[in-house]
């Protein structure tokens, strides 16, 4: 027992302190993104050409919402939306087909699917280059979206403002309110807000590298042709699950500058944001998750490899920390479900609890101190842009954030060793829901 109490409390307590640390550099750097904020919407050249890649595999139930939705917010302009299709997912290239629309084109696979989203989304380069010379166009910036998103009306004004000093740009992203999931689907929210009302913030301004959430992400022409240039032609990650988390980092490491921006609308001060539905049953988002935590914390290890930039190294550490972190909660619960135990039975063994001594108990005093920081740190994100109800739900819910982690990463790493004994990936997507169609953001 006292070996559980030390080693989950010390771990408990450098995390604690880390993030204590982000904090701190959070308060000092908002003064930075203020200014990011009032920069992204500054007059601009509004003629600057994007296009828009959607991979979509089995996705008839949301894309075709979100292509009308993107038309009736982004209207007639210097954009192009590509949806990438497979030829065998007939009902999603016939939604597609359905959006009838000069910026709506579709890119069709020569596979059968699924094969991975990076797959998917050369399949639409391939084809956006067809196209270029065809018509005689060139796309200046490449925006990545997945068939659910909400997009905002303004979000291409505001990228378009960031590219002219970065060669990345990310949006925040806003989880929707699931009323029907407010424990699965809301701890989504939680984590959210926290990561891109703070650590994001924070990673901008210190100059690391940016890993982009695969949507409301724009890059440069010039970036993505030269990570076309170095993978034979093929920009995005085939051989990967979180190949944006990869792109981000790897573009970092090419030299090439990214920011995040988290403006508001002038009149309603609304966040200009992707609006997306998050998985509202356990199983679901156990397995998103896995997806993630295998892409970034193990196969991200594997393939990336560590920076010799102090501040990219600090963030990879911070960003592969997960399975490691998720030991720590199962050691503390352990302990804590074995004091609950030996308290209860007590009367019959006759026993008091052993005592763990005056530095852990000091120890987890300080901890209990960092916790309670943590969940108002959290709460307040969330009130940024949700209501304050909400706010309060994502107190409780950090233990629903801690057993997700822990059941992810136990199957990330089953995962990650049938990988390493058969060296195949499939493309593990989740079942979306488009937004307006059954909750309110």
């Not at 699965?184 to 913030?201: K, L, Q, T, W």
Request: proline content about 5%.
């Amino acid at each position: 027992m006292t070996e559980l109490g030390f080693f989950s409390g010390v771990g408990i307590f450098l995390v604690g302190l880390e993030e204590l640390l982000v904090d701190a550099l959070w308060a000092l750097t908002s003064w930075r993104a203020s200014r990011n904020k009032m920069d992204a919407l500054k007059p601009l050249n509004l003629q600057k050409r994007l296009v828009v890649f959607v991979a979509a595999w089995q996705e008839e139930a949301v894309i075709g919402s979100m292509l009308r939705h993107a038309v009736a917010q982004w209207g007639e302009g210097p954009w192009c939306l590509y949806v990438g299709c497979y030829p065998n997912d007939r009902e999603t290239i016939n939604t597609v087909a359905a959006v009838s629309h000069p910026s709506i084109r579709m890119a069709l696979n020569v596979r059968p699917g699924p094969t991975t989203k990076g797959d998917c989304l050369n399949t639409i380069w391939a084809q956006m280059l067809v196209d270029e010379a065809r018509d005689g166009l060139h796309y200046e910036a490449i925006i990545l979206h997945d068939a659910e998103d909400m997009v905002h009306p303004l979000a291409l004004d505001v990228m378009r403002r960031g590219l002219d000093n970065f060669a990345v740009v990310q949006l925040p992203v806003l989880p929707a309110v699931d009323h029907a999931s407010r424990w699965v689907s809301g701890h989504y929210i939680d984590e959210f807000s926290e990561a891109h009302s703070r650590d994001m913030v924070v990673r901008s301004a210190i100059g690391a590298s940016l890993p982009m959430a695969g949507v409301g992400c724009a890059i440069r022409r010039d970036a993505i042709d030269k990570m076309a240039a170095l993978r034979d032609g093929l920009p995005f990650a085939e051989d990967s699950l979180t190949e944006d988390y990869e792109l981000g980092l790897t573009l970092g490491d090419l030299g090439f500058s990214s920011t995040f921006i988290a403006a508001r609308e002038p009149e309603t001060n609304r966040l200009i944001a992707v609006r997306a539905h998050f998985p509202a049953l356990m199983e679901a988002a156990i397995r998103q998750k896995t997806r993630w935590t295998v892409g970034i914390a193990l196969l991200g290890w594997r393939k990336l490899g560590w920076s010799p930039k102090p501040v990219d190294l600090w963030m990879r550490v911070r960003d592969r920390r997960t399975v490691f972190s998720s030991l720590i909660m199962v050691t503390a619960y352990a302990g804590l479900l074995i004091g609950l135990g030996w308290q209860f039975t007590a009367p019959l063994h006759g026993h008091d609890f052993p005592p763990l001594g005056p530095a852990i108990t000091q120890l987890w005093a300080i901890n209990f101190v960092l916790l309670i920081w943590r969940a108002a740190v959290r709460a307040f994100c969330v009130s940024r842009n949700y209501a304050l109800t909400e706010a309060m739900r994502a107190i409780p819910r950090m233990l629903v954030s801690s057993f997700i982690a822990i059941a992810s990463s136990r199957r990330a790493l089953l995962a990650y060793i049938a990988f390493l004994r058969h060296k195949t990936l499939t493309w593990d997507k989740t079942d979306h829901v488009f937004p307006a169609a059954s909750v309110n953001s």
